[in-house]
């Protein structure tokens, strides 16, 4: 199975921040690499797919970059509602798995 | 409106067997694969199993291979999980998880969520 490591597991920052979270995979992962977003006590939200594809309705500060083994999730300009707990996804192939999540809190 | 609406979760003891339902309306369900994603509490998120819209391709994670089973029934826009021969660490939120896309067979990603049930393996 492909191995997704997420970095930080923990990040503080402050409304407005330019936030940068890194996903990297065990073995190339081509551009299939999609993010969610969790907030306490609700299902995960889809936020990007093929690593750069922003899903309807989800906010242009949102941003996704990379190809192969590392990827990139940032949010240009944090806002209160933003903070929350981010996992990265590949689908490249079997078993589907996800990184251990990143927890964005006020700092 | 997509709503998935899972159903079945229950406190069992290690080795008994479970069965999971997820009750689905507002997409056409039999065009799309269908997964489930399971979260331990306090932990990340687990894919569990998926399924494509005419049950010809299914996948497992290797943890619960052999033991549960999904399937679906698109005459009644439903997805199940047959979980036998439980264990303490199949204890977790279960979330009935529709894919937007896939790239072949069940490999894709997901779009919409249930809201999930609990299930808890104690003696």
């Known amino acids: 199975d492909i191995q997704m490591t997420q970095s930080p597991s923990t990040l503080s920052a402050s409304v407005g921040d330019r936030v940068t979270i890194t996903c990297r995979a065990s073995?190339?992962?081509?551009?299939?690499l999609a993010w969610y977003q969790q907030k306490p006590g609700k299902a995960p939200n889809l936020l990007i797919y093929?690593?750069?594809s922003l899903e309807n309705g989800v906010p242009s500060r949102f941003s996704g970059s990379g190809s192969g083994t590392e990827f990139t999730l940032t949010i240009s300009s944090l806002q209160s509602d933003d903070f929350a707990t981010y996992y990265c996804?590949?689908?490249?192939?079997?078993?589907?798995?996800f990184g251990g999540g990143t927890k964005v809190e006020i700092k | 409106e997509v709503q998935l609406v899972e159903s079945g979760g229950a406190l069992v003891q290690p080795g008994r067997s479970l069965r999971l339902s997820c009750a689905a309306s507002?997409?056409?369900?039999?065009?799309?694969?269908m997964h489930w994603v399971r979260q331990a509490p306090g932990k990340g998120l687990e894919w569990v199993s998926g399924?494509?819209?005419?049950?010809?391709?299914?996948g497992y994670a290797d943890s619960v291979k052999g033991r549960f089973t999904i399937s679906r029934d698109n005459a009644k826009n439903c997805l199940y999980l047959q979980m036998n021969s439980l264990r303490e660490e199949d204890t977790a939120l279960y979330y009935c998880?529709?894919?937007?896309?896939?790239?072949?067979?069940?490999?894709?990603?997901?779009?919409?969520w249930g809201q999930g049930t609990l299930v808890t393996v104690s003696s």
């Open positions: 998880v529709k894919a937007l896309l896939v790239v072949r067979e069940v490999i894709g990603f997901f779009d919409y």
């Open positions: 996804q590949q689908y490249n192939s079997y078993s589907l798995t």
């Open positions: 507002g997409f056409t369900f039999h065009n799309y694969v």
């Open positions: 399924i494509s819209w005419n049950s010809g391709s299914i």
């Open positions: 073995q190339s992962i081509s551009s299939y």
């Open positions: 093929k690593t750069s």
